[in-house]
Nanobody, 122 residues
Framework: VQLQASGGGLVQTGGSLRLSCAAS????????VGWFRQAPGKEREFVGT????????RYINSVKGRFTISRDNAENAVYLQMNSLQPEDTAVYYC????????????????WGQGTQVTVSS
């Protein structure tokens, strides 16, 4: 599975962005997809994940109610809708795929896309 994240940019506090994760590979619909982020000088942080079926998305507490993960298996794509963005959301955002998709640890995810920068100005 090959992944490519896009959609990052510069936005003001309170603004919105929609990140996309485009995947190649016929078995993509079998994989859970997770979103992670990494701020300068910090470890890569789990943001949320979505089951291969599109059910039961999970999020870290700091983004609950603001971020929404969805997927379109027919289009081989997963999305991260980010609303009410805050400066602390500034980071490089990555999408990852794995058959399990239950772990919060980056090292447990098998496939990774390149990151897309999200910058939230105050």
């Amino acid at each position: 599975v090959q992944l490519q994240a896009s959609g990052g940019g510069l936005v003001q506090t309170g603004g919105s962005l929609r990140l996309s994760c485009a995947a190649s590979g016929r078995t993509f619909s079998s994989y859970a997809v997770g979103w992670f982020r990494q701020a300068p000088g910090k470890e890569r942080e789990f943001v949320g994940t979505i089951h291969w079926s599109g059910r039961s998305p999970r999020y870290i507490n700091s983004v609950k109610g603001r971020f929404t993960i969805s997927r379109d298996n027919a289009e081989n794509a997963v999305y991260l809708q980010m609303n009410s963005l805050q400066p602390e959301d500034t980071a490089v955002y990555y999408c990852a795929a794995d058959l399990s998709g239950v772990s919060y640890r980056a090292q447990d995810w098998r496939y990774w896309g390149q990151g897309t920068q999200v910058t939230v100005s105050s």
